[in-house]
C-alpha cells in the first residue's frame, strides 16, 4: 500500500479536488445535504476511482477495488489525523484553491476524463457550475487537498527524519486500529473482502 500514499499525494489529489463529496463544516447553502464529512469514506468517490482505474488504468474490477479502497482509506485517515492535530482550513484559502482548479478546468489543462467527471458531478449534484465552483469544490477537495498540504508541513517541522510516506503509512495504521469498525462497515458497504 505504500506505493499508493505517494500516487495519492502526486496525482490522485487532483482528481479527489474534483470528484469528492465531502466538507469540513456544514454548507449553507443550498447543496448542504449532498455533501459527505471530508473526514468520513465516500462511496461515490470511492466509485468514481475504481471505475477510472479500470477505464483508464486497465486495472481488473477486483484491483480496482482494492486499490480505490487503500485511496478512500488513506484520504480518510489523513483528513482525520490533520483534525485532530487541529488543522483547518478556511472557506477563503478554499476558495482560492478552487479558483485555481477552475482556472484548469477553464483554460483546458485537464484531460477529458476530469473534464467529464465535473460535467457529471455538476449533473448528478443538479447545480449551475457556480454552485460547483464557488460551493462544492471549495468545501470538498480544495480543503481536503489544503488539509493534506498541511499536514505535510507539519510533517516535515515536526518529524523531518521522518520520510513522508512512512508517516502517512503509521497514520493510516493507526487509523486502521482506531476505526476497524468503521472501516468494516464501509467494507461491507462496497463489497469488499
Same mark, same amino acid.
Given at each position: 500500500?505504500? /506505493?499508493? /500514499? ?152 515536526? /518529524? ?34
Amino acid at each position: 500500500m505504500k /506505493y499508493f /500514499y505517494k500516487f495519492f499525494i502526486s496525482s490522485i489529489i487532483m482528481f479527489l479536488l474534483f470528484l469528492t463529496a465531502c466538507s469540513t463544516s456544514p454548507v449553507e447553502s443550498s447543496l448542504a445535504g449532498k455533501i459527505n464529512p471530508i473526514n468520513d469514506f465516500d462511496i461515490k468517490n470511492y466509485e468514481q476511482y475504481a471505475a477510472t482505474l479500470q477505464n483508464e488504468n486497465g486495472y481488473s474490477e477486483k484491483e480496482a477495488s482494492k486499490y480505490a479502497f487503500e485511496v478512500e482509506l488513506l484520504k480518510v485517515a489523513l483528513i482525520n489525523h490533520a483534525m485532530e492535530l487541529g488543522i483547518a482550513i478556511t472557506d477563503e484559502d478554499a476558495k482560492k484553491q478552487a479558483n485555481e482548479g477552475r482556472e484548469m478546468f477553464e483554460t483546458g489543462k485537464l484531460s477529458n476524463e476530469e473534464k467529464k467527471g465535473i460535467e457529471e458531478t455538476i449533473v448528478d449534484l443538479g447545480i449551475t457550475e457556480e454552485q460547483f465552483w464557488n460551493e462544492y469544490v471549495v468545501q470538498t477537495g480544495a480543503k481536503m487537498q489544503l488539509m493534506i498540504e498541511r499536514l505535510q508541513d507539519y510533517q516535515k517541522k515536526h /518529524y523531518p527524519e521522518m520520510k513522508w510516506d512512512d508517516f502517512a503509512n503509521e497514520i493510516v495504521e493507526n487509523f486502521i486500529i482506531k476505526e476497524t469498525e468503521k472501516i468494516n462497515k464501509f467494507k461491507e458497504l462496497i463489497s469488499l473482502d
